[in-house]
């Protein structure tokens, strides 16, 4: 790992190197219906499930491939969304009413957590037999949900779910030309760059995954991780008047090992990142402030950031220093042999919402540093040593002087934990197809595939007898773990396949993980008085107290739907081994983590994952077509959630 450190003397996130951390452990145990299945010559045997042939993904043309991938993920939402059962002739047909066609769908693959596979869409009825396009796919879905909410959606917002498809899919087509033009590894050797620039079609049940509003197309190729971009950062020399900062950061010395650290201000921490060129720049005292370059521009249109400029309190440095490249959020960037990454402001809406830091956001990043080192760190990773948050424990702003944040200026600094052979990649990366060096032009698989498919072959074991082993141990590297904060902390972690990265060894396998994400901390409102009595005030500033009513549905969306039956639903898409194994699986984990050992504090989400027939999930689509910003507002408001069935329910 990264031999720099903010947690002071406490050993970097990680420990040894991720190719040696499995040493000494002992393999879990595999169910034995995977551990019987047979293989066939010198490669495993898969479970039936994926259509080898004919896959929509897998056409030549990218904006083809483009396009069967939004519509697969437009028809993802509908399901989910409207509860519709699985077709028993293998066709999908849903009946719209508002325009009076119906769509006709062969189900290629039926999933039980939702990661359904289809072929083309036709469109049957008064039109005839006709194709239908993902941009269409979203105008009739509009049209549906807007009759069937009496016009409470629709409208303006319709139109906007169209333009966005097809900005996403246009996007979505050139990543994976250009992917397909060059699919070896980036020239950086960075693992962990690696992976974070390899989410090419992003979330499998979302409308627009790869839309991005305002950015041209030359933006793109320097601002796009897919497209393996990177930029000089823009820098602002802040005037200490109106400098808004906080810093939990420390420098682990020698010396100071025994006191804790030696505390850094954010100020030098910028100056540190910022490099020579830009403190030869740098007016006397002020400090310097990086920006996202397209964030930059934008800025200065702003009446406020504009009387800041105009007064002197703002200078504007331009861009300077060495490249940064964006990581799978796009706004987060990484330069590798850093000492820090930044979460940059970017008023770019992405997904659902405009990714602009919040103050209140920042403030909890540095407040989740504080917490985890009153010795709540030391406990946890006594039980978990290969887990951690990826630190966010710095940050810088600017505040107005009648008052108040600037609004699109604040900056996170995060601590990189990672050196360049640690291989941490977040699961949306890890579950993504996309092309592989060696293997046909068209041919798309996920990197999880290509790992236990080798791992099989290296071990000569059968696939699935794999892919239920990697299964297990990722249960207990990193969702366990999750757990054992909710359970001892009353902390629950917005741990969505986005946020959680897995550490792979040498060979594959899971061997810890890290969750990243100042946005995503819940404190539960009935730990309010352990929280506040282990960090006083905590919670209170950061907005970070959620009932636990709330806490309790985010979190069985967050951990349970998206991330764990979401990677369920990518083993089985991909035909590695068959989802009621894995299910199976995940309910005998549950039911050991619901109980506890010896009386210890257990989280309440493994029962409700046991016990409830229903769970309550986020609906991507109708967020969009509600037009909601999922960063605005309480987290009780800030999306749509309908009900689904629970795949783990007796």
């Given at each position: 790992?990264?031999?720099?450190?903010?947690?002071?003397?406490?050993?970097?996130?990680?420990?040894?190197?991720?190719?040696?951390?499995?040493?000494?452990?002992?393999?879990?145990?595999?169910?034995?219906?995977?551990?019987?299945?047979?293989?066939?010559?010198?490669?495993?045997?898969?479970?039936?499930?994926?259509?080898?042939?004919?896959?929509?993904?897998?056409?030549?043309?990218?904006?083809?491939?483009?396009?069967?991938?939004?519509?697969?993920?437009?028809?993802?939402?509908?399901?989910?969304?409207?509860?519709?059962?699985?077709?028993?002739?293998?066709?999908?047909?849903?009946?719209?009413?508002?325009?009076?066609?119906?769509?006709?769908?062969?189900?290629?693959?039926?999933?039980?957590?939702?990661?359904?596979?289809?072929?083309?869409?036709?469109?049957?009825?008064?039109?005839g037999d006709e194709p239908v396009d993902a941009?269409?796919?979203?105008?009739?879905?509009?049209?549906?949900?807007?009759?069937?909410?009496?016009?409470?959606?629709?409208?303006?917002?319709?139109?906007?779910?169209?333009?966005?498809?097809?900005?996403?899919?246009?996007?979505?087509?050139?990543?994976?030309?250009?992917?397909?033009?060059?699919?070896?590894?980036?020239?950086?050797?960075?693992?962990?760059?690696?992976?974070?620039?390899?989410?090419?079609?992003?979330?499998?049940?979302?409308?627009?995954?790869?839309?991005?509003?305002?950015?041209?197309?030359?933006?793109?190729?320097?601002?796009?991780?897919?497209?393996?971009?990177?930029?000089?950062?823009?820098?602002?020399?802040?005037?200490?008047?109106?400098?808004?900062?906080?810093?939990?950061?420390?420098?682990?010395?020698?010396?100071?090992a025994g006191r804790g650290g030696v505390p850094?201000?954010?100020?030098?921490?910028?100056?540190?990142?910022?490099?020579?060129?830009?403190?030869?720049?740098?007016?006397?005292?002020?400090?310097?402030?990086?920006?996202?370059?397209?964030?930059?521009?934008?800025?200065?249109?702003?009446?406020?950031?504009?009387?800041?400029?105009?007064?002197?309190?703002?200078?504007?440095?331009?861009?300077?220093?060495?490249?940064?490249?964006?990581?799978?959020?796009?706004?987060?960037?990484?330069?590798?042999?850093?000492?820090?990454?930044?979460?940059?402001?970017?008023?770019?809406?992405?997904?659902?919402?405009?990714?602009?830091?919040?103050?209140?956001?920042?403030?909890?990043?540095?407040?989740?540093?504080?917490?985890?080192?009153?010795?709540?760190?030391?406990?946890?990773?006594?039980?978990?040593?290969?887990?951690?948050?990826?630190?966010?424990?710095?940050?810088?702003?600017?505040?107005?002087?009648?008052?108040?944040?600037?609004?699109?200026?604040?900056?996170?600094?995060?601590?990189?934990?990672?050196?360049?052979?640690?291989?941490?990649?977040?699961?949306?990366?890890?579950?993504?197809?996309?092309?592989?060096?060696?293997?046909?032009?068209?041919?798309?698989?996920?990197?999880?595939?290509?790992?236990?498919?080798?791992?099989?072959?290296?071990?000569?074991?059968?696939?699935?007898?794999?892919?239920?082993?990697?299964?297990?141990?990722?249960?207990?590297?990193?969702?366990?773990?999750?757990?054992?904060?909710?359970?001892?902390?009353?902390?629950?972690?917005?741990?969505?396949?986005?946020?959680?990265?897995?550490?792979?060894?040498?060979?594959?396998?899971?061997?810890?993980?890290?969750?990243?994400?100042?946005?995503?901390?819940?404190?539960?409102?009935?730990?309010?008085?352990?929280?506040?009595?282990?960090?006083?005030?905590?919670?209170?500033?950061?907005?970070s107290f959620v009932a636990d009513d709330v806490?309790?549905?985010?979190?069985?969306?967050?951990?349970?739907?998206?991330?764990?039956?979401?990677?369920?639903?990518?083993?089985?898409?991909?035909?590695?081994?068959?989802?009621?194994?894995?299910?199976?699986?995940?309910?005998?984990?549950?039911?050991?983590?619901?109980?506890?050992?010896?009386?210890?504090?257990?989280?309440?989400?493994?029962?409700?994952?046991?016990?409830?027939?229903?769970?309550?999930?986020?609906?991507?689509?109708?967020?969009?077509?509600?037009?909601?910003?999922?960063?605005?507002?309480?987290?009780?408001?800030?999306?749509?959630?309908?009900?689904?069935?629970?795949?783990?329910?007796?």
């Amino acid at each position: 790992m990264n031999a720099s450190s903010a947690h002071g003397p406490v050993p970097s996130p990680g420990g040894s190197p991720t190719g040696s951390c499995l040493a000494g452990t002992e393999r879990p145990e595999v169910p034995r219906q995977a551990a019987a299945s047979s293989g066939d010559g010198d490669r495993p045997m898969r479970p039936e499930g994926t259509p080898a042939v004919g896959d929509p993904l897998e056409q030549s043309d990218s904006a083809a491939a483009a396009d069967a991938a939004a519509a697969e993920g437009l028809l993802r939402c509908w399901v989910r969304e409207n509860n519709v059962r699985q077709p028993p002739d293998g066709v999908l047909r849903i009946a719209l009413d508002a325009t009076g066609v119906t769509l006709c769908v062969p189900v290629l693959h039926w999933s039980m957590t939702g990661w359904h596979r289809f072929g083309s869409v036709r469109l049957d009825g008064a039109a005839g037999d006709e194709p239908v396009d993902a941009v269409l796919l979203a105008s009739l879905f509009g049209r549906e949900a807007s009759h069937l909410s009496g016009g409470r959606t629709g409208g303006g917002e319709g139109a906007a779910l169209v333009a966005r498809v097809a900005d996403s899919v246009r996007r979505s087509a050139d990543f994976l030309a250009a992917r397909r033009a060059a699919p070896g590894p980036s020239a950086e050797g960075d693992l962990f760059l690696e992976a974070e620039q390899s989410l090419l079609l992003g979330h499998p049940v979302h409308p627009t995954p790869k839309s991005r509003e305002g950015l041209s197309d030359a933006e793109a190729q320097a601002y796009s991780p897919e497209l393996r971009g990177s930029f000089p950062l823009h820098w602002l020399a802040v005037d200490p008047a109106v400098l808004a900062s906080d810093s939990a950061w420390y420098d682990s010395t020698a010396t100071a090992a025994g006191r804790g650290g030696v505390p850094v201000p954010a100020a030098t921490l910028a100056a540190r990142l910022a490099g020579e060129q830009v403190a030869a720049a740098l007016p006397e005292s002020f400090v310097p402030l990086p920006l996202h370059p397209w964030q930059a521009r934008e800025i200065r249109h702003r009446p406020q950031t504009q009387r800041l400029l105009d007064a002197g309190l703002l200078r504007d440095l331009g861009q300077a220093g060495d490249a940064w490249h964006p990581t799978s959020s796009v706004r987060t960037v990484h330069r590798p042999g850093a000492e820090a990454m930044l979460k940059l402001s970017l008023g770019l809406r992405i997904t659902n919402s405009r990714r602009e830091n919040l103050r209140k956001e920042l403030l909890r990043g540095v407040e989740i540093q504080r917490l985890l080192r009153t010795g709540l760190s030391a406990r946890w990773r006594a039980a978990h040593p290969g887990f951690d948050i990826v630190r966010d424990p710095a940050w810088l702003g600017v505040d107005d002087p009648s008052g108040g944040p600037v609004p699109g200026l604040d900056t996170v600094i995060r601590h990189n934990p990672f050196g360049p052979e640690d291989d941490a990649v977040c699961i949306a990366a890890l579950t993504s197809p996309r092309p592989w060096p060696g293997l046909p032009r068209e041919r798309l698989l996920p990197r999880l595939a290509v790992a236990v498919e080798a791992l099989a072959r290296s071990t000569h074991r059968p696939v699935a007898a794999v892919a239920t082993e990697w299964f297990l141990r990722y249960l207990d590297r990193v969702v366990r773990p999750i757990l054992w904060l909710d359970a001892h902390a009353g902390i629950a972690l917005e741990a969505h396949q986005q946020n959680t990265l897995v550490l792979l060894d040498s060979h594959g396998w899971p061997c810890g993980g890290r969750y990243r994400d100042n946005q995503g901390y819940y404190f539960r409102t009935s730990r309010r008085e352990e929280i506040q009595r282990r960090l006083p005030g905590a919670g209170a500033a950061s907005d970070s107290f959620v009932a636990d009513d709330v806490t309790d549905e985010r979190f069985a969306y967050y951990l349970g739907i998206n991330n764990v039956l979401g990677l369920i639903g990518a083993f089985g898409a991909q035909g590695l081994v068959g989802e009621p194994l894995l299910l199976a699986a995940f309910r005998q984990f549950l039911q050991t983590e619901a109980s506890g050992p010896g009386g210890a504090p257990v989280s309440p989400l493994p029962e409700r994952l046991l016990s409830e027939p229903t769970l309550r999930c986020k609906a991507n689509l109708l967020t969009r077509l509600h037009g909601m910003d999922e960063l605005v507002g309480p987290v009780d408001t800030q999306s749509v959630y309908v009900t689904v069935d629970n795949p783990l329910a007796p």
